[in-house]
């Protein structure tokens, strides 16, 4: 079985300051990590994702997570917020290549 | 490329009416899902296909629910007949294969309100 824990429900941060939003999962197998944008009215779409490899991983739009096997954590960072980033951010976890399980999501605002 | 396609993107519907939800996946993707969002329940998965298989169908909530891909490049997800409490943004979702890492690529949506 897989499950996904965001924490924080809501975060709100100013323009300029550091983004973090955490994720942690819980997976019998190594999983396959990634965290999904949806803007209003949007689909999801895929910021970045962690399968093999390096630990840190960039996506897109200056996003980057580090998977921490021993903490069992996937958080998602970004230095500088941008009124842009604004927006609900998901975590999910995949076995293989099957399904996802997502968290419950997080929505970022961004404070002029 | 195009990406997912889902048709209608809004649907308003009244209580007993029949509904159905279409989806044309990213060509050459080999599996589709079917997933409802809904503030209460978040992103649930209702169920999968691959080569046009269903695999998992545990998702869906009753028998009014049904899904079908007759073929790789469209799916219909249909609900018999409808209650309020089916009101949520229904995606539809594509991902490469078995081979891949599981990334998936998501439709724009369909918006149902069941009065």
């Known amino acids: 079985a897989q499950s996904v824990t965001q924490l924080g429900s809501h975060v709100s941060v100013s323009e300029g300051a550091l983004v973090l939003l955490r994720c942690n999962y819980s997976s019998s197998v190594p999983p396959y990590l990634f965290w999904y944008v949806q803007y209003p009215n949007q689909g999801l779409q895929l910021l970045l994702k962690?399968?093999?490899?390096?630990?840190l991983v960039k996506g897109i739009n200056g996003f980057e997570a580090e998977f921490k096997k021993s903490e069992t954590s996937f958080h998602l960072t970004k230095p500088s917020a941008h009124m842009s980033d604004a927006a609900e951010y998901f975590c999910?976890?995949?076995?293989?290549?099957?399904?996802?399980?997502f968290g419950d999501g997080t929505t970022l605002t961004v404070k002029p | 490329d195009a990406g997912v396609i889902q048709s209608p993107r809004h649907e308003v519907t009244e209580m007993g009416q029949e509904v159905t939800l279409r989806c044309k996946p990213i060509s050459g993707h080999n599996s589709l899902f079917w997933y409802r969002q809904t503030m209460m329940r978040g992103l649930e998965l209702l169920i999968y296909?691959?080569?046009?298989?269903?695999?998992?169908d545990s998702g869906m909530p009753e028998d009014r629910f049904s899904a079908k891909m007759p073929n790789a490049s469209f799916s219909t997800l249909k609900i018999q007949p409808s209650e309020p409490r089916d009101s949520a943004v229904y995606f539809c979702?594509?991902?490469?294969?078995?081979?891949?890492?599981?990334?998936?690529?998501f439709g724009e949506g369909s918006r149902l309100t069941v009065l």
């Open positions: 979702a594509s991902s490469p294969g078995t081979s891949n890492t599981g990334e998936l690529f």
């Open positions: 296909f691959n080569n046009n298989v269903p695999i998992d």
């Open positions: 962690y399968t093999t490899g390096a630990t």
């Open positions: 999910a976890v995949t076995l293989l290549a099957g399904k996802s399980t």
